[in-house]
């Protein structure tokens, strides 16, 4: 896709290539284009957001930290942040009670700056894109694109940071723009320091890094999937909880396999073979699709292949509904939570799914 002149637009809007004029571009001191440097002194000290401070919010970006996901970072009170708050409470030797008593604040609060938020600058190498406003919702439509990309800015940035378009909406004020060195405010969410690895073909460090998520995690032993409250759950050698993630597990037609399986493989940025014998409600007349990969794709930017034919762990292009929809049997993660389980996990590892 070509460039299209140098420009800016509303955070609420959705366009193609978005760029502010090269001297609005404050300099970054990190070599890594994609790197969001705090906004300058002057920025900073500017309007603040026109939110108020939500503990929600902050705590939300503190159990993202710790990986112990609640989905997507949105400052409100959700299954999902109940889930995470429980899981972090497990981890930690603390009463599950779901909710952000003083003990959890105590253990989960000290190193979160602020309200949870911090205000940055857009890089240009994350304003370029390419961005994708015309990119259908259908599969037919979708296999005429190279890739999957996403729609606009504010849907890149709010995986970047964890979050809604609608977030960052209320964040920063209806008036706000996008574009190559504009300051916006976002959850506190680190960059994720990029980390080129041999025989990389997949772009996935750039995708890494796109997501915020770290290449470095913690090695997980064995994964335990629970349809009753919707959360997968990571074990260490030892049999300690050390990550959570909330998922979607099937639906009434197509349950989710109970048993015990193995993560044989993994496709990291993958295509996607729409087969339509596989779903009971693909059209009389679906045809096999090849869907090319994104984040936008029906898997999002990973699929952890199972032994269990056909099914699989992955992202999703909807990550707002995870936890709240149905799927074809898989497991499906945010794409954030779903690269950040990629890197935790290796072929041969157990994954139990139970009710």
Known sequence: MAFGPLAVIPLSACHSEVDAPKAEVAARPSADPLAFAPAPAAAA???????????????????????????????????????ALRGFQQAHGLAASGRLDTPTQQALLAGVRGD???????PLAFARGPFHPDLPRDMAGQARFDRLGYRSMSEALAERFHTTPETLLA???????LGAGRVVRVPDIADAAPKPEDGDTTGWSDTLVRLGVAANQPRADHLVVDKSDGA????????????????????????????TWKI?????????????????DAKKNAKDKLLPPGPNGPVGVVWLDLSKEHYGIHGTPEPQNIGKTESHGCVRLTNWDAARLAQMVSPGITVVFQA
Request: proline fraction near 11%.
């Open 171 to 177: 964040l920063n004020g209806p008036g706000t723009v």
């Open 232 to 259: 997968l759950r990571a074990y260490d050698k030892q049999d300690r909880l050390i990550a959570q993630f909330p998922v979607t597990t099937g639906s009434g037609h197509d349950p989710l396999p109970l048993g």
């Open 116 to 122: 949870g938020t911090r205000r940055v600058t857009i």
């Open 264 to 280: 044989v493989g993994a496709a990291r940025n993958p295509d996607y073979h729409f087969n339509p014998d596989l779903f009971w």
């Open 45 to 83: 000290q500017g309007p603040a957001s026109p939110a108020p401070g939500n503990p929600l919010l902050r705590a939300q970006v503190a159990l993202d930290r710790q990986g112990f996901s609640p989905g997507v970072i949105d400052g409100k009170d959700s299954a999902a942040y109940g889930l």
